[in-house]
């Protein structure tokens, strides 16, 4: 599956005293990234997933720090879907800085309905979150 981009741009209040981001920004990068994903696919997580009950909490998160973002900095971020399973789907991520790789991971997501327990994909949903082929 192709990977969607979007854009941050690092703010004043994501870096420490030395004018580097704090490292738990990342995982909320990841996230806006996450929900642009399934914008730019014609999905609306609300709407189509929450709407038909079900929810995607997150299950697992992984982080590798190849290099900082500082103030400032005008941010690529990366997602595309890693692997889909029967209840879990797992995202995979990078944050670039002018081609630099700064950060790379995933996050996996167990697919549960409105009672918490966790519940098999709908073909239809699976078929969204497929590769395209």
């Not at 580097?20 to 806006?32: D, K, Q």
């Not at 994903?37 to 998160?61: K, N, S, V």
């Not at 029967?86 to 002018?98: F, G, K, P, V």
């Not at 630099?100 to 409105?114: E, P």
Request: aromatic share 14%; hydrophobic share 35%.
């Amino acid at each position: 599956m192709q990977a969607i981009e979007t854009h941050i741009r690092v703010r004043y209040a994501e870096t420490d005293k030395s004018g580097i981001v704090y490292n738990a920004h990342y995982l909320t990068w990841f996230e806006v990234a996450r929900g642009e994903f399934f914008w730019q696919r014609g999905m609306d997580y609300g709407r189509d997933i929450e709407g038909r009950g079900y929810h995607w909490p997150l299950t697992e998160a992984h982080l590798r720090y190849h290099a900082p973002a500082f103030y400032g900095d005008w941010l690529t971020v990366r997602a595309w879907i890693g692997a889909v399973k029967s209840r879990a789907l797992q995202i995979e991520y990078e944050i670039l800085r002018d081609g630099k790789k700064l950060c790379s991971g995933y996050t996996t997501h167990m697919n549960v309905d409105n009672q918490g327990n966790s519940v098999t994909f709908p073909e239809d949903i699976r078929r969204l979150l497929l590769p395209d082929d």
